[in-house]
């Protein structure tokens, strides 16, 4: 092949897309909750050790981008789209009206608002810093996000406390510190229940979302599980308003199974919000896009939280990778994403209501034939011997109706 010119790259690009065909029309991809983060698309492929790759893109182009591909929310970080210094001040208002036109232009809805607490100086001791000052600039924040939540029509409030730890031991005393970082959480809530009333909406779903490492080296809320205990430690004011936004790959980084975390939330009534992404074990916060590294462990995932009646959001936290241009952001990235989502949720449906994987579960709760004296070790493993092997039937059919050789797809040799 022949060096392919600047000028025709694009369009090679677009007709492979094409070619790959499963693609979802933009009304399909609207009738499933996923939300689409601005700072997910406004990424410019910078990271610690790397340059920007893409130029920057204003919220009005990332709305109207997932406007035409069929995206259907959109969630922000309040500095995402509004200056530092014009937050509380009349130039938050304008962006506020700005959003809120470019929404309504593009059939877009806004689901979700967070607050940034980790990127600004203010914040290089965490929003539960030591000083008093510090703290209540972290608290006006949090509430000042709360207030631009209900203007734009949001839902959910998620809270990321990236630099709630230290990097060298014996910075902070870690019980003060959470008791800080709860007063923030608390003094959100206080304002939510008082907008709300005043504006006539129901107050928000606020959801902590955990991360294991990154940015401190400790971190003092690793893991949703974590979490799960601070909402009910006794140091909130309205723990019924407190909820999880786990990220399958922070689960997945520190080395848990994320399935599992997700199960741990739904029993204690705390999954709320969810970010969807994929990754490695044990290694940094890759961020990319679902299904594209653990696609038999996403099919599980999506079982789980249909066999649930999960009903929240599927936010796409990733960044599309730093090879990727602008135009493929939009072009192939987000596209591409929703519509692996997609499949593997219906395929998620197919599982539920295979005959093969219903017999196998069913007969593992039937057991095999009961033994006479229930102290009987031997006696109920012989029993059960020949049945467990269901287990292992259980996973070939799983992968089975991931790749469709359920519906015939073999290869011939």
Excluded at 179 to 206: F, Q, S, V
Aim: net charge neutral; glycine share 8%; with cysteine.
């Amino acid at each position: 092949m022949k060096p392919i010119p600047i000028n025709k790259q694009q369009a090679l690009v677009d007709r492979l897309a094409n070619a790959c065909g499963g693609s979802y029309s933009p009304d399909t991809r609207r009738k499933y909750f996923l939300t689409g983060p601005q700072w997910a698309a406004a990424y410019e492929g910078q990271a610690l050790f790397h340059a920007p790759t893409r130029s920057p893109i204003t919220f009005e182009k990332v709305i109207e981008a997932y406007g035409k591909i069929g995206i259907g929310h959109w969630c922000t970080h309040d500095t995402d789209v509004i200056a530092t210094d014009d937050l509380g001040k009349e130039g938050q208002e304008k962006t506020i009206s700005k959003i809120k036109s470019s929404l309504k232009k593009n059939g877009v809805a806004c689901s979700m608002v967070t607050t940034e607490t980790f990127h600004h100086a203010v914040f290089a001791a965490s929003p539960a810093a030591e000083s008093p000052q510090i703290r209540q600039y972290a608290s006006w924040r949090l509430c000042n996000t709360v207030q631009m939540g209900h203007q734009l029509g949001a839902s959910y409030a998620v809270y990321w406390p990236g630099t709630l730890g230290y990097s060298v031991q014996g910075a902070v005393e870690e019980t003060e510190t959470l008791r800080w970082y709860a007063e923030g959480l608390n003094a959100a809530c206080r304002a939510d229940i008082e907008i709300a009333g005043k504006m006539g909406r129901p107050t928000l779903k606020h959801c902590m979302e955990a991360k294991p490492f990154e940015p401190q080296a400790e971190i003092l809320l690793p893991t949703s599980d974590a979490m799960l205990g601070f909402i009910s430690s006794g140091l909130l004011e309205h723990p019924e308003m407190v909820g999880l936004n786990p990220e399958y790959l922070h689960e997945l980084m520190w080395g848990a199974a994320p399935r599992a975390a997700l199960a741990r939330a739904l029993l204690c009534g705390k999954l709320w919000h969810f970010d969807i992404n994929d990754g490695y074990r044990l290694k940094h916060d890759v961020d990319i896009a679902v299904g594209l590294v653990n696609p038999l462990d996403w099919l599980n995932v999506l079982v789980l939280l249909r066999s649930h009646e999960y009903n929240g959001p599927f936010n796409l936290d990733y960044k599309p990778p730093r090879t990727t241009s602008r135009h493929g952001v939009f072009s192939v990235s987000f596209p591409t994403a929703v519509d692996r989502f997609i499949t593997l949720w219906e395929m998620a449906g197919e599982v539920m209501t295979d005959s093969i994987l219903k017999e196998a579960v069913d007969a593992l709760k039937a057991g095999g034939p009961r033994v006479k004296d229930h102290r009987d070790a031997e006696g109920i493993a012989a029993s059960h011997k020949e049945l467990l092997t269901l287990h292992e039937l259980i996973a070939h059919r799983l992968f089975q109706i991931l790749i469709g050789q359920h519906r015939g797809r073999i290869y011939s040799l």
